[in-house]
């Protein structure tokens, strides 16, 4: 999903390169941001995909090591303006939260797929409702490791659009997309998931006896050298096996080699006071399902309070009903 680079009209000729070397999310406008299913995508007013008439969502590509791959993407003028665009290649990661695939910045060093990216061109205007192929060439290093390598050539729109005032101070967006290039160099390919940091956090009610809100959260690693979509199963229970929390399965974005996502669930009607135990399930095609949970007991002091008092009078009613029956005794012998 994309999101806006922003800065202060004041500072905007000084930053102006810093714009333009956004983050971006796979096949999405904008700059920074989470990714789908890695389509080629458009803003509206123009579009990035691969060249062809094949209809290729995405680069998807085999090579051996040391082997150099040709092909074209095609970045489309929609719009009935001329636009001028900087297109460079680009490592894709995945974000730490919520693992959305995501590009590094035209400033930044390319160390992957990125750096193996050579472009016919780095800058073109296209006129209003025009089409440009651009070829390039991928040269995979003879000591490329084995398994999935994904990057993507990313077209920014040079264009710097004022978004409106917020507080007085006006905000600038640059636009762009990717489309992505999903390599995997031959060799043994070993997939592998694993899930990490399961835990609840509670947040009690201030009503005694009243439902408490809770949010699990875990990471999700892939720890072999193929690139995954890992669907996760999380549940909770409570003391003595009962069901408490109903958290819907989830299929998250493209997972990278040795990357991570930690996942948030909100769980809006989780108990006040129990012992629960989280478990998290995560799967992919494929791949055998792993599990990892974690335990604690979760109060909401209201309710302790008021169950403490609850005990305190049961306390003082057995009392005064023992010394009853005891005089009661005394006085019958």
């Known amino acids: 999903m994309s999101t806006a680079v922003r800065v202060a009209s004041a500072c905007l000729a000084a930053l102006l390169a810093a714009l333009s070397a956004a983050v971006l999310g796979d096949a999405q406008p904008a700059a920074a941001a989470a990714a789908r299913a890695g389509a080629g995508a458009g803003t509206g007013s123009w579009s990035v995909q691969p060249a062809g008439t094949t209809g290729r969502p995405a680069f998807v590509m085999d090579s051996a090591p040391g082997s150099v791959v040709k092909d074209a993407v095609r970045v489309s003028n929609l719009s009935g303006a001329p636009l001028s665009f900087q297109v460079y290649g680009s490592d894709a990661y995945n974000t730490p939260r919520d693992g959305a695939l ?33 070829p390039f060439t991928l040269h995979v290093p003879a000591d490329a490791t084995p398994g999935s390598h994904v990057g993507g050539i990313v077209a920014l729109n040079n264009a710097v659009e004022q978004a409106g005032e917020a507080s007085g101070v006006d905000v600038g967006i640059q636009r762009a997309i990717a489309v992505r290039i999903q390599l ?14 399961v835990r609840v956090r509670h947040h009690p009610s201030g009503t005694p006896f009243a439902g408490a809100r809770a949010t699990l959260t875990y990471t999700v690693v892939n720890t072999g050298n193929a690139a995954l979509r890992p669907t996760v199963s999380p549940r909770v229970d409570g003391l003595f096996r ?26 809006p009607d989780a108990p006040g006071l129990d012992y629960l135990t989280a478990s998290v399930r995560v799967t992919a095609p494929g ?31 057995l009392g005064w009903l023992r010394r009853k029956r005891s005089g009661r005794t005394g006085a019958v012998s």
Not at 108 to 131: D, H, K, M, Y
Not at 189 to 195: I, N, S, Y
Not at 242 to 266: C, F, M, N
């Open 184 to 197: 995997t160099v031959e060799g043994p390919v070993t997939p592998g998931l694993a899930v990490r940091s």
């Open 242 to 267: 009962l069901r408490h929390g109903v958290i819907a399965d989830r299929t998250l974005p493209l997972l990278l080699p040795g990357q991570s996502a930690e996942i948030s669930a909100d769980w």
């Open 102 to 134: 995501a590009y590094r910045q035209a400033g930044e060093a390319q160390t992957g797929l990125g750096s193996w990216l050579t472009l016919g061109t780095n800058a073109l205007v296209i006129p209003p409702g025009r089409a440009a192929d651009i």
């Open 287 to 317: 791949l055998p399902a792993t599990s990892t949970q974690s335990g604690r007991v979760v109060l909401s002091w209201p309710t302790l309070g008021a169950v403490a008092a609850l005990l305190a009078v049961l306390a003082v009613a």
